[in-house]
């Protein structure tokens, strides 16, 4: 999704704004430019990768201290230099970058083009620009109220005039917009981490609210008018962690910091008897004990994170549990309400349907609690509980530390409530505390053996399908892994519980056929190698995550990837790991860009 940022203090802003833009390019974009007002709005803009308009400002600079820039991920337009941000009223006077949809533009263009308004893009927020324009009457506040006043949809905006240099006025409803606080400078941006290296100090723009940007700092407002008193937000991340690290891509890095992700989900949490302690879930006892029905909601990875925690609760809890795609809840007319919890998952707090979800599960009576990664987050924000992941920043578009996190947070949350309603005696919740102490060596263990699952990559590479099985939550780890793969490397591939194989897929499984069996759960073992047998009986290729000591899998399968013997019920957190290095060395192979793969964006900000 399009990311922002906006510079007001004594810097050239063209360099700072580039580097912002730099490190939102992991949203997804296709086209990026900059705007700076020094006496007149000089706007440089580029489609393709950032380098390109890096090349542009390089042959013709941009000179002033007041700035603002944007990543383009195309809804309305082409990707293209025309409809890349920033955009200009047709006096050049103002100046706006939009994150977002303007869902009326249709009717706000035509009543525009009848005042005699002539367009040079084909994008909505041009749209904007003749609208603050017109609207001007000497007060840059106001006129951007009387625009949004028109528009429907979501939007970050962030406008700049000519008219009133040294001030950046910016609004936001529903797309994510933060001011950094730096001495004698202010920041503008889409995330934490665009800025974090230069200031650890930040504001929240709420829904609903506008604020004025100067070098002084920011003043926050209602769009609809009043004053609004925002804290300021100390961000302790380490920027480091925001960087690669010394890994090829991002989500190489992010792969091999699990170890200490688990440690840190967990650090403080947990006692050795299975208590859990979770800091901002302030549900009472009595409210863990009575709630009659947990929904999940959530989209893509933070979804198959939630189809474990679905078997997680299933079976530590015996409470009904539903885990739905957000997209689809939002207009279910799901049966919500009081006396039930909903746990919206998301690594970004930002995923708009998920959001929409978890508003309406709210307003049909059910405690909302949010699990995600980033502080400050809107979902955080919204929600009535919190449980941080606390994996740190995700820049990789395929999501890898953040879901483990997921996990291990759904396996605390499950303790901390199974522990109340008494379904989890002592002997169990000091078990699951044991598996779970055991998995950052495990986890650390795991990523020694990525020899073997190169050959796995390579004996796959040129397939054209690939298929994922597995029962319960080896089910639920399979989904996962089939959108790794398929996500980066652009193979075709597709998860099933292992009984369904036989109801049709079956059907395309011929000779070398790779299938991928996930095989931790015990109980369920026989039944999964039937599903094996059928695949092998069709010449298919059967590659097994299974146990260290599993001695009977070589009968089944051609080859292996070894886990640690865990606990059944803790099997899927390292059963991924293998998952995520395999689709990550086919990405490789195949030569496509892991970080930023075609199509995708890392926080889905639009329905
Ligand atoms: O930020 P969220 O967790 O809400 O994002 C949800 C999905 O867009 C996200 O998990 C997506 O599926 C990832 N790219 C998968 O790797």
Redesign the pocket.
């Known amino acids: 999704m399009c990311g922002i940022m906006g510079y007001v203090g004594p810097q050239q802003a063209a360099p700072i704004l580039l580097d912002g833009l730099r490190r939102l390019e992991y949203r997804g974009y296709d086209s990026a430019g900059v705007a700076v007002t020094n006496g007149k709005i000089d706007v440089r803009k580029a489609e393709g990768k950032i380098d390109r308009l890096a090349d542009l400002l390089e042959s013709e600079p941009l000179a002033g201290t007041i700035g603002i820039g944007h990543t383009r991920w195309a809804t309305h337009g082409e990707p293209s230099d025309l409809n890349a941000h920033p955009h200009t009223d047709p006096t050049g006077e103002f100046v706006v970058v939009h994150n977002g949809i303007i869902e009326n533009f249709q009717s706000l263009r035509e009543e525009l083009a009848g005042e005699g308004h002539v367009f040079t893009s084909e994008t909505d927020t041009e749209i904007l620009a003749h609208l603050v324009a017109r609207e001007y009457r000497g007060d840059l506040e106001s006129a951007v109220r009387s625009a949004v006043a028109k528009a429907e949809g979501a939007y970050a905006l962030v406008v700049m005039t000519k008219r009133e240099p040294g001030k950046i006025v910016a609004v936001r409803r529903i797309s994510p917009l933060v001011v950094g606080l730096g001495e004698g400078e202010t920041f503008l941006a889409s995330d934490i981490p665009a800025v974090l290296h230069r200031t650890r100090r930040f504001l929240i723009v709420e829904d609903g609210e506008m604020v004025i940007v100067t070098e002084a700092g920011a003043r926050i407002e209602e769009i609809a008018g009043g004053a609004v008193d925002r804290e300021v937000l100390y961000i302790d991340w380490d920027a480091e962690q925001a960087e690669k690290g010394g890994f090829e891509h991002y989500m190489l890095k992010e792969i091999h910091e699990q170890p200490a992700v688990v440690t840190e989900t967990l650090g403080g949490r947990l006692d050795e008897d299975g208590t859990a302690w979770l800091e901002d879930v302030h549900f009472d006892d009595d409210f863990a004990r009575n709630f009659s029905r947990l929904w999940i909601t959530?989209?893509?990875?933070?979804y198959h994170a939630g189809l474990v925690g679905k078997e997680i609760f299933r079976r530590l809890l015996r409470i009904p549990t539903n885990v739905e795609y957000a997209h689809e809840m939002r207009y279910a007319d799901p049966l919500v309400s009081s006396n039930h919890l909903t746990v919206a998952?998301?690594?970004?707090g930002?995923?708009a349907d998920?959001l929409a979800a978890a508003r309406l599960t709210k307003e049909r009576g059910s405690r909302l609690l949010a699990l995600t990664n980033v502080v400050g987050s809107t979902l955080a924000r919204e929600a009535d509980d919190i449980l941080y992941t606390r994996a740190g920043p995700e820049i990789s578009?395929?999501?890898t530390k953040?879901y483990l996190a997921m996990l291990i947070a759904q396996y605390l949350l499950a303790l901390r409530i199974g522990r109340v309603r008494g379904v989890v005696d002592e002997e169990l919740a000091a078990r699951v505390a044991h598996g779970l102490s055991l998995l950052p060596a495990h986890v650390e263990e795991l990523l020694h053996h990525d020899d073997e699952v190169l050959a796995a990559a390579e004996s796959i590479v040129d397939a054209d399908d690939v298929y994922f099985i597995g029962r319960g939550l080896d089910y639920a780890v399979a989904m996962e892994g089939s959108?790794?793969l398929k996500?980066i490397s652009y193979l075709h591939s597709e998860a099933m519980p292992a009984g369904e194989l036989k109801h049709g897929t079956l059907a395309l499984v011929t000779k070398d056929t790779p299938v991928i069996v996930v095989l931790t759960q015990q109980a369920l073992y026989d039944k999964t190698v039937s599903a094996v047998q059928e695949v092998k009986a069709r010449g298919g290729r059967v590659l097994a995550v299974a146990y260290e000591d599993d001695e009977q899998i070589h009968k089944f399968a051609h080859r292996v990837l070894r886990i640690p013997r865990a606990d059944d019920l803790l099997g899927p957190v390292a059963a991924v790991i293998p998952l995520q290095l395999l689709a990550y060395h086919v990405a490789r192979l195949r030569g496509h860009d892991i970080d930023q793969p075609r199509n995708?964006a890392?926080?889905?900000t639009v329905e």
């Open positions: 959530a989209c893509g990875t933070a998952i998301s690594q970004s930002e995923t998920t578009v395929a999501s953040a959108l790794k996500e995708l890392k926080s889905v």
